[in-house]
């Protein structure tokens, strides 16, 4: 593992921290979206099939639990506790994700590395994971009030992803040259989504 991948790790997994941090200890979901949230779930259920037949090492294991985990317990606070989810400002959430699975799934179907049932999941993690911050954009957008800790998130989750890309730079440059164009398009396409958002996070 290069210093690229597990520093993205860290920076995916702050992020997660933060949002937990947030609605934990303020008992306030506000400036969240359930829909981007609902989409993660769906993102790390479909890529982790494999966790309980391939072992491939302890560290993998663990941070496989640890974002299965904590992405439903994030659900789980926005639409099932009795503080928080009063919170959820549904009626500016209001992105149609649903509409966003159905063509991953497809794509999914039609590109991949190997057309096998595993395969064909974790392609569609992929894609979906791509435009999963899409309603999060848009509510960010609709609101116009982003606090410390949800533009802190969001901010964290951009920078998992531009370290990715750092990290297949330095993986095609330092190990066997391989073209992996699933994962460095999708990686390329999330992290350009949070262009915009990065630039007034800076600004502000």
């Not at 941070?63 to 503080?83: A, D, G, N, P």
């Not at 794509?107 to 999963?132: D, Q």
């Not at 949070?194 to 800076?202: G, L, P, S, T």
Request: with cysteine; charged share 15%.
């Amino acid at each position: 593992m290069n210093v690229f991948r597990l520093a993205g790790d860290m920076t995916h997994l702050l992020s997660i921290m933060v949002l937990l941090l947030k609605i934990h200890s303020m008992k306030s979901c506000a400036g969240i979206s359930l829909k981007t949230q609902e989409l993660y779930v769906l993102v790390f259920a479909t890529r982790y099939l494999d966790m309980f037949t391939n072992y491939f090492s302890f560290y993998n294991t663990v941070m496989k639990i640890i974002f299965l985990v904590t992405s439903f317990t994030i659900v789980w606070y926005m639409r099932y506790h009795k503080v928080v989810r009063q919170t959820y400002d549904r009626d500016q959430d209001t992105f149609r994700h649903h509409l966003l699975i159905l063509p991953c799934l497809l794509l999914a179907l039609l590109i991949n590395p190997r057309f096998t049932v595993r395969e064909v999941f974790w392609t569609f993690s992929l894609y979906l994971e791509a435009v999963a911050i899409l309603p999060q954009l848009v509510l960010l957008q609709r609101s116009r009030n982003i606090d410390n800790l949800t533009g802190n998130y969001v901010f964290f989750l951009g920078a998992y992803r531009a370290l990715y890309l750092f990290n297949w730079i330095y993986r095609y440059m330092a190990e066997k040259p391989q073209l992996r164009w699933i994962p460095w398009i999708s990686g390329f396409v999330q992290t350009a989504l949070y262009a915009d958002f990065f630039y007034y996070y800076i600004q502000r």
